[in-house]
């Protein structure tokens, strides 16, 4: 459990370094701001004399920084704030900022799918951000499935026509007119003929009022005293802009108290909340289990039938053969994750 420093407040200086001042406040008072209440402060700041030669320099680069990350959609964050408690979304365009005040040319920038996660509020904002990196010279390369995103592209490039060996080809180049009139692109005909939605009728649900998970009080990071019901049984999806609040509510609230709950009840202990005041309706629940983008498996050897318990199987099965017994090999003699049955060549 994090505690605040009780000697600097959370501000990790020495008392010498909080103690001077520029205008009445310590830069640990400028760095607590928001980005556009700081972008505001530094606007307005008027000086004199000697303070006007040495902050000329200093105040306009001040001001263009803080202008891009006001752009890219982070204008709400904390200038202090720490790295680990940014969403995706946000930590991506902070970069993306960076990027902007660097005043590049002739760069060519990749980014993997830079819309994944973002709401489409601010899928707008990022493919304005990419806009104006382009705009300056630079070449921009996108994965994207994001239909705004590749409308948005002055060429596409379609790759399939499937998946694996069904892959591997050019399918269509172009612009989005081109690849729409293209018969054999499968994302033009997408956009041309978006498909239906819903595939099927919408399976009948109980009338019954659904039990509910409930969480109150949540207060950590930017949640300001959340009460919420989540019903047991139900599809729940938890949206809204980058940096609402989403990841913190789910995963550091939601996902970490129900696992310290359900721990504590096989060894009938009652462990303190973490971030919220109250968690009632989860003991209908045995398990949790958080489904990330983590890389699977124990080792750099592991794959996906090794993963998902394929090859437990399939080893069982070789050493349940009559030569496997006669020479005394068990599943680990086929299994390329452990000593005795992996090549140690490799």
């Known amino acids: 459990v994090e505690h605040t420093c009780p000697e600097c ?54 001001r263009s920084r803080l202008a891009f990350l006001r752009e890219v959609g982070v204008g709400y964050l904390s200038l202090d704030r720490a790295a680990p408690t ?3 979304g946000e930590a991506q365009r902070i970069r993306l900022a960076a990027q902007l005040g660097s ?16 709401h489409p509020r601010d899928n707008q904002r990022l493919l304005d951000t990419l806009g104006k990196l382009e705009g300056k010279g630079n070449t921009i390369v996108v994965v994207e499935h994001d239909e705004d995103t590749i409308r948005r592209a002055e060429r596409v490039i379609d790759l399939g026509p499937g998946a694996g060996v069904n892959g591997g080809r050019v399918v269509a180049s172009g ?18 003929n978006p ?15 659904p ?10 990071h930017n949640l300001k005293a959340v009460d919420l019901g989540l019903p047991l049984g139900r599809l729940t999806c938890v949206t809204g ?33 973490m971030g919220c005041d109250d968690l009632s309706g989860w003991e209908p629940l ?18 996906p039938a090794t993963y998902v318990g394929f090859w437990d199987d399939i080893r069982k099965l070789f050493a349940g053969t009559t030569e496997a017994r006669l020479r005394g090999y068990g599943p680990g003699r086929f299994s390329f994750n452990v000593k005795g049955g992996r090549c140690e060549a490799c």
């Open 9 to 62: 407040d959370g501000r990790r200086l020495r008392p010498e370094a909080l103690a001077v001042r520029f205008q009445d406040h310590s830069i640990a008072d400028y760095t607590e701001l928001p980005v556009e209440g700081a972008e505001k402060t530094f606007r307005q700041l008027k000086l004199k004399g000697r303070e006007t030669d040495i902050a000329r320099d200093i105040l306009a680069e001040l």
């Open 286 to 303: 045995t398990r949790v289990l958080e489904v990330d983008q983590t890389p699977i498996g124990k080792t750099p050897r592991s794959c």
């Open 241 to 273: 802009v980058s940096g609402s609040g989403k990841s913190t509510l789910v995963r550091e609230v939601l996902r970490d108290n129900l696992h310290q709950q359900l721990t504590a009840r096989r060894k009938r202990t009652r462990p303190p909340l």
């Open 211 to 220: 039990e509910r998970l409930m969480i109150k009080g949540a207060h950590l």
């Open 86 to 88: 940014l969403s995706g």
């Open 175 to 192: 612009t989005v007119d081109e690849l729409i009139a293209n018969p054999d692109s499968v994302t033009g005909r997408c956009l041309a």
């Open 103 to 118: 005043n590049l040319q002739g760069v060519c920038y990749i980014l993997d799918e830079p819309t994944i996660g973002l």
């Open 195 to 209: 498909l239906p939605h819903p595939f099927m009728e919408r399976r009948p649900t109980s009338k019954r009022s």
